[in-house]
């Protein structure tokens, strides 16, 4: 069984992932927005939503009544973005700042992501209180 450095070294970072990745979002709109398929509408809501979502899905991680749900959250999203990876692929000629080896590795670190991120999501949740005697009907 993985030790709870293991699982603590994870969870800091999916959580530092998600919340840099978010604030990228904000900071980096424009570069953002250029990896937006053409087809998904509205591109600056697209990433600005998306921020939002890592950044909150990233600070819902530190708070374990809210870890699983938080997770399974960004295990969606993380899904969610993947047309975004698959069309940087699709279109390397946009994409010149970024060497293609880099755009053909994002798809397996992505479901290296998704692993790590279902891992925490399926772990048991440590409680701070002392467990509560069972209950006597």
Excluded: D, N
Excluded at 6 to 30: C, N, Q
Excluded at 119 to 125: E, N, T
């Amino acid at each position: 069984m993985p030790s709870r450095r293991a699982s603590r070294a994870a969870l800091a970072f999916i959580f530092l992932w998600f919340l840099l990745g978010g604030i990228a979002h904000f900071v980096f709109t424009e570069a953002e927005m250029r990896i937006v398929p053409p087809y998904i509408p509205w591109p600056r809501g697209a990433v600005l939503v998306s921020g939002a979502f890592e950044m909150l899905g990233a600070v819902a991680l530190l708070w374990p009544p809210s870890r699983r749900a938080a997770a399974w959250g960004l295990f969606a999203l993380t899904l969610a973005v993947t047309p975004a990876h698959i069309y940087m692929l699709q279109q390397p000629g946009l994409f010149p700042s970024v060497p293609y080896w880099a755009l053909v590795l994002r798809l397996p670190l992505q479901v290296a992501l998704l692993a790590l991120i279902a891992w925490i999501a399926l772990r048991p949740v440590a409680s701070s209180s002392p467990a509560a005697p069972p209950s006597r009907v």
